[in-house]
Nanobody, 125 residues
């Protein structure tokens, strides 16, 4: 059974930082591209960042480029999202997702097979 478990969310002031983690089990982690998506209240889920199975390729949404960094540790079956210079508009539930390695660091949610339950990030102004 595949499980993706996010952690690291919380309440932070604008300008602060958080690091999200997503621990994967039940799959061959190094054979999957990983991504972070987010969904704010009343809005559709949106792409945040993705990283290829090997970690050599990554993508970012324009809204987070230069502030967020995605990384993975295949030995620990974990993907991370370092979030700096947080803004109130970053407030959302953040989800990690896994896609077959053939899709690289895909931006579209349609490529992702497995999803975590999400972790809440709240940025106060």
């Amino acid at each position: 059974q595949v499980q993706l478990v996010e952690s690291g969310g919380g309440l932070v002031q604008a300008g602060g930082s958080l690091r999200l983690s997503c621990a994967a089990s039940g799959l061959s982690f190094s054979s999957y591209g990983m991504a972070w998506f987010r969904q704010a209240p009343g809005k559709e889920r949106e792409f945040v960042s993705a990283i290829s199975y090997s970690g050599t390729s990554s993508n970012y949404a324009d809204s987070v480029k230069g502030r967020f960094t995605i990384a993975r540790d295949n030995a620990k079956n974990t993907v991370y999202l370092q979030m700096n210079s947080l803004k109130p508009e970053d407030t959302a539930v953040y989800y990690c997702a896994a896609a077959s390695a053939v899709y690289g660091a895909a931006r579209s949610s349609s490529y992702y097979t497995y999803w975590g339950q999400g972790t809440q990030v709240t940025v106060s102004s």
